[in-house]
């Protein structure tokens, strides 16, 4: 039987993230023969662990890349592998409520679309007893996240990607579905992209000039467990990819950061210490496509959060 949902994790790393991410796949309550497995190892040289995780209850395929080719060549890779009618697509550090794969494939039944998950954050991977049952992983998926999602404050808008102006900038592929065919069509993910930056929001931009809808998966929900980045090197590979995204896209993508016109970011960023590159460069990101409903929404919460910091920072 033909698997309705392909789902690709990707790892670059694994260890005890990526064992118990593995794990709580067997909790998934889409019934398995829907469903099939994918995980691409991107370099790291861990076949045997990977396979001794593997969960028995769903049907799999591993793919172990010799070296290291980045992010969009390995997932390229496990898109051109799947078998399944839509991809859902998770990274190796990310732990999924039991519910994720139904809530996309239900979501994907009635409009095939590109939908959008929650993502939560937690410092601490599940313990073995958050992994014994459904309940006890939507348990530990569920709890109060370590710090917020740089775009929950668009996404809760039900009808923000709908009406936003370039739903594509909230694209993350660490938690997202998309139709294969589609993903196929537009050629995938860009090669061309290395390191880390915009190689999602570069795909969704295709995918969403293909006229494909896009959508936010409420009960799509998966835990990302924190560990350490390179922050410095992501930024500078950010801007290298920025730059190969003007020579291709044009000027869309040479300023792409504007909130109703206003440009935000300038082609010089820095990093505050101790502030998180997510919340410092890429809140921004959901501010250009914001439609002005969705504006006139966010308008008092950003001014109370601009007041709550000036008032911590005041003698």
Not at 29 to 48: H, K, M, N, P, Y
Not at 113 to 122: A, K, N, Q
Not at 126 to 150: H, I, M, N, W
């Amino acid at each position: 039987m033909v698997p309705r949902m392909s789902l690709l994790v990707i790892s670059h790393v694994f260890g005890e993230t990526q064992i118990a991410n593995l794990k709580s796949l067997c909790h998934q309550t889409l019934s398995s023969d829907l469903f099939e497995l994918i995980l691409v190892l991107d370099g790291c040289r861990a076949s045997s662990l990977a396979n001794a995780a593997l969960p028995s209850c769903a049907r799999f395929q591993l793919l172990e890349l010799p070296a290291a080719q980045g992010r969009s060549k390995a997932r390229n890779a496990g898109l051109e592998a799947a078998k399944g009618e839509f991809i859902t697509s998770l990274d190796g550090d990310m732990i999924p409520d039991p519910g994720l794969l139904h809530a996309y494939l239900e979501l994907q039944s009635r409009q095939p679309g590109m939908y959008i998950g929650v993502r939560s954050y937690s410092l601490d991977p599940p313990s073995e007893c958050d992994l014994e049952s459904p309940q006890a992983l939507a348990s530990f998926v569920g709890r109060p996240t370590a710090k917020p999602d740089y775009r929950t404050r668009f996404l809760h808008l039900t009808d923000f990607l709908v009406q936003a102006a370039e739903p594509f900038w909230a694209v993350s592929t660490c938690n997202c579905s998309y139709p294969a065919a589609s993903a196929l069509a537009c050629g995938g993910f860009d090669e061309a992209l290395s390191g880390w930056g915009l190689e999602d929001q570069e795909f969704g931009f295709r995918l969403w000039a293909s006229g494909l809808p896009f959508g936010y998966a409420h009960s799509a929900l998966a835990t990302h467990i924190e560990h350490e980045r390179a922050r410095k090197s992501e930024l500078v590979s950010w801007i290298r990819n920025r730059a190969y995204c003007v020579q291709k896209h044009g000027s869309r993508f040479s300023n792409p950061y504007k909130s109703m016109g206003q440009p935000i970011l300038a082609t010089a960023v820095t990093i505050p210490p101790g502030q998180s590159h997510e919340s410092n460069l890429l809140t921004r990101q959901l501010r250009i496509a914001a439609a002005p409903e969705a504006q006139r929404l966010l308008a008092p919460r950003f001014n109370a959060e601009k007041a709550a910091k000036k008032n911590q920072t005041a003698p």
